[in-house]
């Protein structure tokens, strides 16, 4: 076999470093006005840990490093969050992300209008990671996410979430077990494919 394309620039799995859980200061990439699937309105804000944080430039250097030509920025350094609860009341979400990053940056009012989402390029906020499960082909992992935005000053010793599982109805229930091993009865002699 010859040596693939980017053979030698290729990361390995081990070289993951996984969110450390709890408080982090964050900075705003980019917040985008945009719609759900049922047409209701909400913003979309890419974030990465700011300089000073425990694990600075997290989501920019997991961002240069995927060599996918259709690359994206990553999914946990994204948040999706709706503007309005099914009462057409503001979200406690969206509030919560509009008031952390006043009280994170001195001075910062934020104003409505055409200009509303690129106002926020470049500000500081605080983000507090726990575990979420997620379910993929039949599989339940667990990954840290950003569960909710705070105020900058409020992320160092911040409570690590309890865990966010999947709901009941959304597991795989009586799944076979499964060890990885392949049931061979006894007694054949036929050789293994494999």
């Known amino acids: 076999m010859q040596k693939p394309n980017n053979y030698d620039s290729t990361h390995t799995s081990d070289d993951f470093t996984p969110i450390i859980p709890g408080g982090h200061h964050l900075i705003i990439k980019k917040v985008e006005e945009?719609?759900?699937?049922?047409?209701k309105d909400m913003i979309i804000v890419a974030f990465d840990m700011a300089p000073g944080d425990s694990q600075p430039n997290y989501f920019s250097e997991m961002f240069a490093n995927d060599i996918r030509p259709d690359k994206k920025w990553p999914r946990t350094?994204?948040?999706?969050i709706v503007v309005t609860d099914n009462d057409g009341n503001t979200s406690r979400s969206f509030k919560t992300f509009v008031t952390?990053?006043?009280?994170s940056n001195s001075g910062f009012?934020?104003?409505?209008g055409d200009t509303f989402a690129s106002q926020f390029k470049?500000?500081?906020?605080?983000?507090v990671f726990g575990p979420v499960e997620s379910e993929y082909q039949g599989k339940v992992s667990?990954?840290?996410?950003?569960?909710?935005?705070?105020?900058d000053a409020k992320t160092d010793g911040a409570k690590v979430p309890d865990l966010k599982a999947l709901p009941n109805n959304n597991r795989i229930v009586n799944a076979p077990a499964s060890n990885d091993f392949v049931s061979v009865?006894?007694?054949?002699?036929?050789?293994?494919p494999f």
Do not use: N
């Open 185 to 192: 009865p006894d007694g054949v002699d036929e050789e293994i």
């Open 34 to 39: 945009s719609k759900t699937k049922t047409d």
């Open 109 to 112: 009012v934020t104003a409505w």
């Open 77 to 80: 350094g994204r948040q999706y």
């Open 122 to 127: 470049g500000k500081r906020i605080g983000g």
């Open 142 to 151: 667990t990954r840290c996410e950003l569960r909710w935005f705070c105020d």
């Open 100 to 103: 952390s990053v006043e009280k």
